[in-house]
C-alpha cells in the first residue's frame, strides 16, 4: 500500500528541499505499531528538520513531524489494538524516525498514548509538544505552589508553551502575570485570563544582585537565560520554578545559591521528550478532563501536506500567527 509524506531531500551538500512523495510502510523504520495518522502539528523542530538542521536530524532523506495522533492499522503488542485512537510527542518520532508529516507512522509502542476519552484527536495536536510542555510544567508547580501563595509569573506568556500555561493556571484559579514584549501580546495574554502583564524589561534585571525583591510564589519559564536569573532571584520564600525553554539563552547569569539556601525556592526541569509513560499518561489525562478550556480551536489554522512547507517558511521568518496543525487526507 502506497501513502503520501513530506519528505526532506538533501540535494547538494547542505541543500534541502521538500517534496510530497510517495511511500510505503515497508520503508518505515522498524517499530511494533503502525499508526494511519489523521493530525500532525507544526513545531520549530519540525521546522529546523525541514531545513537540514543536523542538531534535530542527522540522515536525510527524512520526514518531519514530533507530533501525531491517529488510528492503529497495525498492532505487535496486547496492549494497543487495531482501531484505537493515540497520539505521540516526543522521543525521537520526526526528529530520526519518520514523524507525522507523512500519512503512515511506525513507532516501538513504548511512545504511544491511548488518546484520553475527553480529547478529539485534533485537539490533542491542538496542544501537541507545546501543550503538553505547558501541562507538565503546570503539573510541577501546583505540587509546590496553591492560588493563596501568591501570584504566577509565566515567561514568555505568548508563545506556545507559554500561553498554554497561562490558560491552564487561570483554569485552576491561580492569579497569572504575564512577561511580554508587544503591547498585541499584553492584549493577547491578557485575553487569556492573566490579571496584569510586565514587559521584558522588568523581567529582566541587569544589576547583578544575588537577591531581588520576593515577588512571585511560583514561576513557568519558557525562555531560560537572564530572565530566568531574574525570576529565581524574585521568588518567595519556598516557591517554585519550573524552566523548559532556551530562547533567551542557554545560561543562567548572576545565579548563586541564596535563593535556594534562603528561601527554599525549587528549581524544576521540565523535559516533555523522554517524560516517562505513568507521568506521561497522568498529565494528558489530567489535562483532557479538568485543565482543556473553551475557545481551544481559536487561532489555529488547519492546513494540509501542501500547505504545511508555506507555514515552515512563516516560522522561521518570525512570521507565523497562531497555531498550525497538519490534517491529513
Ligand atoms: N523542555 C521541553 O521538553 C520543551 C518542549 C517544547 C519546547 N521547549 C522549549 O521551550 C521554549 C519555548 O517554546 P515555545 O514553543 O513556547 O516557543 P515560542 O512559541 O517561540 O515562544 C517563545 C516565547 O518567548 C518569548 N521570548 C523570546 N525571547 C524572550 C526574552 N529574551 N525574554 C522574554 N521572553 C522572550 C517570545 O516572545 P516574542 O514572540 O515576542 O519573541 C515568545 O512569547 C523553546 O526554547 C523550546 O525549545 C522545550
Known amino acids: 500500500m502506497k501513502f503520501k509524506a513530506i519528505r526532506i531531500f538533501e540535494e547538494e551538500e547542505k541543500t534541502f528541499v521538500s517534496k510530497i512523495v510517495e511511500r510505503s510502510i515497508e520503508e518505515l523504520p522498524e ?4 499508526i494511519k495518522v489523521a493530525y500532525s502539528s507544526l513545531n520549530y523542530k519540525d521546522a529546523l528538520s525541514s531545513k537540514g538542521n543536523r542538531g534535530v536530524t542527522r540522515e536525510f532523506p527524512h520526514t518531519p513531524g514530533i507530533d501525531a495522533a491517529g488510528t492503529i492499522v497495525s498492532s505487535k503488542v496486547d496492549d494497543f489494538e487495531i482501531g484505537e485512537e493515540v497520539l505521540i510527542t516526543g522521543y525521537d518520532l520526526g526528529m530520526n524516525t519518520d514523524g507525522g508529516f507523512g500519512e503512515y507512522i511506525r513507532v516501538p509502542a513504548s511512545w504511544v498514548v491511548k488518546k484520553p476519552k475527553d480529547l478529539t484527536l485534533k485537539e ?5 509538544t507545546a501543550g503538553f510542555t ?25 508563545g506556545g508553551v507559554g500561553n498554554h500555561s497561562v490558560k491552564f493556571l487561570v483554569k485552576l484559579g491561580y492569579s497569572v502575570v504575564g512577561v511580554v514584549n508587544t503591547e498585541a501580546e499584553r492584549d493577547f495574554v491578557l485575553s487569556l485570563g492573566a490579571t496584569r502583564t510586565i514587559s521584558r524589561e522588568e523581567a529582566d534585571n541587569t544589576t547583578g ?6 515577588e512571585w510564589a511560583g514561576v513557568i519559564d519558557t525562555v531560560g537565560g537572564n530572565p530566568l536569573s531574574t525570576a529565581i532571584r524574585s521568588t518567595k520564600y519556598s516557591g517554585a520554578v519550573t ?30 521528550v523522554n517524560c516517562p509513560m505513568p507521568k ?7 489535562l483532557a478532563k479538568s485543565w482543556k478550556g473553551k475557545n481551544l480551536e481559536s487561532g489555529v489554522v488547519e492546513v494540509s501536506m501542501e500547505g504545511i512547507l508555506d507555514k515552515i517558511d512563516e516560522m522561521l521568518a518570525g512570521k507565523l500567527v497562531g497555531r498550525v496543525i497538519l490534517k491529513h487526507s
Do not use: H, Q
Request: aromatic share 6%; charged share 15%; net charge negative.
Open 209 to 214: 544582585k544575588p537577591m531581588l525583591r520576593p
Open 124 to 128: 490533542t495536536m491542538i496542544y501537541g
Open 134 to 158: 505547558s501541562a507538565l510544567s503546570v503539573y510541577e508547580l501546583i505540587a509546590n505552589v496553591k492560588p493563596a501563595d501568591g501570584e504566577i509569573l509565566v515567561i514568555g506568556a505568548s
Open 280 to 286: 506521561r499518561l497522568d498529565v494528558w489525562n489530567t
Open 243 to 272: 524552566t523548559c525553554g532556551n530562547v533567551a539563552g542557554g545560561d543562567i547569569p548572576t545565579m548563586n545559591v541564596y535563593p535556594f539556601i534562603l528561601r527554599g525556592v525549587k528549581l524544576i526541569g521540565i523535559d516533555s
Open 31 to 34: 517499530g511494533e505499531i503502525v
